[in-house]
């Protein structure tokens, strides 16, 4: 029993031993992002570039993420319009985002009935290529 207790003290005076009292370099965080992203689309506007992932969408401002949103399914498409909105193809689900400075946030959702392939925007309306075919969208309904 005593040779039990006399390598447990042991095993911990070598455990203190080996861990430093102080830390070479203090650690502060940064940046507060995921860790590795999937980029499937990328659209520019201006400055910004907007990202499709397949976690979401995130909103890149030079070399910073600005912004960033968590959309249900896949998210493969993203197409801006150049007046703070983008619309987004997550699953079977067209989602207008609203840009108000760095903040992201869902205005509306329309469920395509099918994966979304592609969008395209042609003056004020709004095309979905799907698996089930084409939609045609007035994006100022």
């Not at 699953?91 to 969008?119: E, F, H, K, Q």
């Amino acid at each position: 029993m005593r040779g039990r207790v006399t390598s447990v003290l042991l095993f911990l005076f070598l455990l203190l031993l080996s861990t430093p009292a102080f830390p070479q370099c203090s650690w502060t965080p940064r940046e507060s992002a995921q860790f590795r992203t999937t980029a499937l689309d990328v659209a520019v506007e201006g400055t910004l570039v907007w990202l499709a992932t397949s976690y979401g969408l995130q909103l890149l401002e030079q070399d910073r993420i600005a912004g960033a949103i968590a959309l249900p399914g896949a998210t493969r498409i993203v197409r801006p319009d150049g007046r703070g909105f983008a619309y987004v193809g997550s699953g079977s689900v067209i989602y207008v985002v609203r840009r108000d400075g760095n903040a992201l946030s869902i205005v509306r959702s329309v469920d395509a009935g099918a994966n979304v392939n592609d969008i395209e925007l042609v003056g004020s309306y709004l095309f979905a290529a799907t698996a089930n075919g084409i939609l045609h969208f007035d994006v100022f309904d």
